[in-house]
Nanobody, 123 residues
C-alpha cells in the first residue's frame, strides 16, 4: 500500500482545511486508517482513526469536536476535515494504514505511512 497525503497549507486561526490521503495498492478498503501529526521538537501524536468497516472513529483529545475523519472506499481516499483550527494544530500531518486490527490509535500499530503534509495555523 502506498499513501499520498495532501491538502495542507497556511490558514488563519479559526479556519478550516481538508486533508486527503490517497491509497494505492491492494486491500485499502479493508484497512484501518489513521492520521497523526508531528510538530517540531515533539513526538508524533495520534489525531484520528477510522475502522476497517468505516463505521467507527476515534479522535485524540486535542481535536475532538473539531476534526472529522471519513473514508471513501470507492475512491481509495481518507479525509481529515479540520475546523476551528488553532495555532497549536500546526504540524506535519501523516496518514497511515493498518492491515489487521479493526482500528488502531498507536503509531507502532500501523504498517504503512504517507510522506506528510504541512499544516500551519497563524494566530
Amino acid at each position: 500500500v502506498q499513501l499520498q497525503a495532501s491538502g495542507g497549507g497556511l490558514v488563519q486561526a479559526g479556519g478550516s482545511l481538508r486533508l486527503s490521503c490517497v491509497a494505492s495498492g491492494r486491500t485499502f478498503d479493508s484497512n484501518a486508517m489513521g492520521w497523526f501529526r508531528q510538530a517540531p521538537g515533539k513526538e508524533r501524536e495520534f489525531v484520528a482513526a477510522i475502522s476497517r468497516n468505516r463505521f467507527t472513529t476515534i479522535y485524540g483529545d486535542s481535536v475532538k469536536g473539531r476534526f472529522t475523519i471519513s473514508g471513501d472506499g470507492a475512491k481509495n481516499i481518507v479525509y481529515l476535515q479540520m475546523n476551528s483550527l488553532k495555532p497549536e494544530d500546526t504540524a506535519v500531518y501523516y496518514c497511515a494504514s493498518e492491515r489487521t486490527l479493526p482500528i488502531a490509535t498507536r503509531r507502532d500499530e500501523y504498517d504503512y505511512w504517507g510522506q506528510g503534509t504541512q499544516v500551519t495555523v497563524s494566530s
